[in-house]
């Protein structure tokens, strides 16, 4: 490189000679000594180059294997990025098939639970059909019930006010008993002493050593006579006043025997059917069936009782119910 830097140069010098044959020395001079400086500087230049290259060259070389170590590292890198990419998108595939058989199974469950929920829906449109029609006819029932009730409570009334005025006549009745039956008893008594002094008269005159005139035949006669005919007249008022105890004691019997507890409920129908006829707007259907079958219960009670009363009072003594003005 300096062999050919210096014919170079040389070269220079020649044309230079030949081009300023006319030129001084000096200058001639100058530019040698110039151009020996500038020889000298490029030498000095190729050194300093040689240096640097050779450590550029080393450079080079740890650059290389910096490069090739970093190229391994970025391989592995790239490797296991590949590798978590991989297992991340295997994770997310698997999360959105799961996702996926979630969303499906949730659609047919809400799909079945649409298609409950509209048979469920037509069903109610019906049963509220079906609920309005009943209704009706219950608002049809109930105003019947309460026509019905309304005629029970009257019809019931009228009953109670009959029971009412036959316990009225029967207590009656039996005070009427009563008295015949002391004046029978008092009848009785004086029949008894109007035969035992017959009885005495007749004793009187059956004694030893009494003369029978004809008079005294005829009043003996007649006294016996009255004594028998009184005999008679006792016996019937005894089997009368027998015959009237009996009919009064076993009319008692009949009137108790029909149940105290039963006379008392049917005194209370006629408050109790009113109570009903209150609530009747307020009632359920079952309540006013069951209240509607006890008053029913209630009255046939009432004309069953009425009916052995009556019997009683037509088997023992019928006057009882004779109209007396």
Not at 165 to 192: G, P, S, V, W, Y
Not at 241 to 266: C, F, P
Request: with cysteine.
């Amino acid at each position: 490189m300096h062999s050919s830097n210096f014919s170079s140069s040389d070269g220079s010098t020649e044309d230079l000679f030949r081009d300023s044959i006319d030129s001084h020395d000096n200058d001639i001079m100058e530019k040698v000594s110039f151009l020996e400086r500038k020889v000298t500087e490029l030498e000095n230049d190729g050194l300093t180059n040689g240096d640097l290259k050779s450590k550029l060259k080393q450079e080079n070389t740890q650059l290389v294997h910096r490069v090739h170590e970093l190229e391994e590292m970025v391989k592995d890198q790239e490797t296991m990025a590949e590798q978590a990419l991989e297992e991340e998108a295997r994770r997310h595939r698997e999360a959105y098939s799961k996702l996926e058989r979630e969303k499906s199974t949730e659609i047919e469950l809400l799909n079945t639970r649409v298609q409950q929920l509209e048979e469920e829906n037509a069903e109610l449109r019906t049963t509220v059909t079906r609920l309005k029609a009943q209704t009706e006819k219950l608002d049809e029932e109930q105003q019947r019930m309460s026509d019905w009730l309304e005629d029970t409570i009257l019809q019931l009334k009228d009953e109670t006010d009959l029971y009412k005025r036959m316990m009225d006549k029967l207590r009656q009745n039996r005070l009427e008993f009563q008295k015949e039956r002391e004046a029978t008893q008092e009848l009785i008594e004086d029949l008894r002493k109007e035969l035992e002094y017959l009885q005495m008269y007749k004793l009187d005159c059956e004694r030893p050593g009494r003369g029978r005139s004809s008079s005294s035949g005829l009043g003996e006669f007649s006294a016996r006579a009255r004594e028998v005919e009184l005999e008679h007249e006792v016996k019937r008022l005894k089997q009368e006043n027998h015959k009237l105890r009996d009919q009064n004691d076993d009319l008692n019997g009949q009137i108790l025997s029909l149940s105290l507890y039963e006379a008392k409920n049917l005194f209370a129908t006629q408050t109790k059917a009113q109570s009903l006829a209150a609530e009747i707007d307020t009632a359920s259907r079952d309540e006013l069936m069951e209240a509607l079958k006890e008053q029913e219960e209630i009255n046939f009670r009432l004309r069953q009782y009425l009916d052995k009363i009556i019997l009683a009072i037509l088997d023992h003594n019928p006057s009882i119910l004779e109209i007396k003005h």
